[in-house]
């Protein structure tokens, strides 16, 4: 038997190896493990001057076994865990851990020391799981308030640092997952209070893998340098796991690096002769901000074959600057590649294809505002959207007029609706979610196919280009990550009494840069109108939102009692809000 | 007299005036002991802050640095400190 990879090479299996064959990422591990025992999988860059830690695909494969090993001891198949791991290779090695075992891995941000509103306790509360994975010295040293924190939830704490290396899983015992079960749960949706875990199966995962293989082009010898964290979709999925589908090496940065010294990122290209690294918008404008010739003397970017650009609106002229700034130094315009796509479906949606460059449509910004994709007729009307590539190989993209459910021509604006194979299976416990955004049928057509509906607006444009102008649902994207606007609104309530609840609008505009920027408007109680010390307020609203956010508030407005725009029915118009904001016709108080 | 090196009040009033053009901020609004998150200093920011401070000094800082000086006038002091250190001075 003969057995083709999944880089296209053709391998022969060992008599006594196991069956090679693509049905879930268990049987990727198994065949990196055997077919290229001795490449390098993933390099840790630490700060500054501390040694490179590397693993390769035979160690990691033999660290993963000890870890499954040790979960089976102590739960069973079908358990969860959660992984609360500092930036570092025990990350990947608990994630493999996890599906050589048959537990379920859920990963997880650490929660920061001094929020207690963000979404861990609500995540625990959903899955249940049987075991927190982390480093013993994260919990003996840096952060023993983890502890205390999750004393409640029962969770049995799992030392990767502290498992015995010499007891690995027996090979007989190892998890031979079908494409259907359950490769891990993604919580990057749904408020704080309610998060959704997308439930992301073996099969959907090797689906996008190679889907992102296909548009990516990807080869072993598709380097990756990343520094986006690995508990985001985009760090995992579209990194760590793509480069090791393929069997190429990642090389991974702690995000504090980059965001301290974002050039280490470009340095790290040029060392490791990278082909792919990418990344939010704004990592590529801060990688223009901090640019210093005397920090990229002897870099060469020239084999830097795709800079993807994803996770948050992707910009015109932040491509254009960040190719005009490193052009000296190699990078080819042609290699930014815009990418969208989100956890219901894996990762991928659409991309551009290696080497095409990004793809740009000129239109009406007024007109855009009402959705409608019209050429601009005045010189200042104008609205640079950048092509977010086409749809992926296997996949099926509507564009949805999202009340009626009909779709619409090429060239109209609607909802995005995405079926495919990738299309995961949908939320974790949570059935009307599921059937809401998972199970949408399209007016007139075959009512057996289920659609996702990703919530965003777009248009195909002509050679299919997908082009996406805004959002129906309220969602505030800042640096790559989403925050959802009652979640801030909430947190701004209930720091003061002054603030009237359910009476305030948060939402983003864009600065000068382009960089997305918090604003909160929030009503006064009428009894609190004449003993207001608003310097007071305006300071406990920042810190509230720092604190369980992290985020900086730019502009707070306090307006007069019962002049947020409301509907009939009591809901917050945001967006009428934000134009009024922009407007200044807010009924301010300060 | 003037060593070369910033001052504890120069780094102070240096830390103030940042703070104010980033969070758009007035600034006499900044106060030096408020906690920085007060001020509405995210993660994100505190990191461009660390940056640029070492810019100015031409020290390294861990992430922490915000963290372990939570106000303007704690950091100004252990700055003031750290400039004068590895000068040779203090």
Redesign the interface.
Known sequence: MRVRTASGDRLEPRNSGPKVETSSFVDVLLRRAVEQPNDPAYIFLPDRDDRPVSLTFAALYERARSVAFGLSKQGQKGDRAILLFPPGLDFIIAFFGCLLAGVIPVPMMIPRRDGSRDASAAILADCSPHFAMTRRELVEGARPDLVERFRSTGMDWFFIDAIDAGSAMPRDALSCPTPDDIAFLQYTSGSTSAPKGVIVSHANLIQNSEMIRIAFGNTRRSTYVSWVPLYHDMGLILNALQSFYVGALCVLLAPVSFMQRPLGWLRAIHDYRAEVAGGPNFAFDLCVRRHRSDQMQDVDLSCWKVAFNGAEPVRADTIARFAATFAPYGFDAKSAQPAYGMAEATLLISTGRRGAGPVTRTLSRTALQCHAAVAPTQGEDLQILVGCGRPLVGERLAIVEPEGRQRLAPGLIGEVWVAGPHIAKGYWHNREATNLVFRARIEGEDAECCWLRTGDLGFIGDNGELYITGRIKDLIIIRGTNHYPQDIEATVQDCHPALRAHCGAAFSVADPNGDEQLVVVQEIERTYRQQLDIGEILASIREAITKEHDLAVRKVVLIRTGTLPQTTSGKIQRSLARQMFLAGSLAILQ | MPTGNPTEFEIRDWCIKYLART??LPDQ?IDPD??L?????????S??L??ELEDWLGL?FT?DLV?EHPTISDLARYLAGRVAGENGIG
Request: glycine share 4%; charged share 25%.
């Open positions: 969070l758009e609004s408020a906690k998150a007060r001020l509405g200093l995210d993660s994100a920011n990191v461009y660390i940056v390294e992430p963290f």
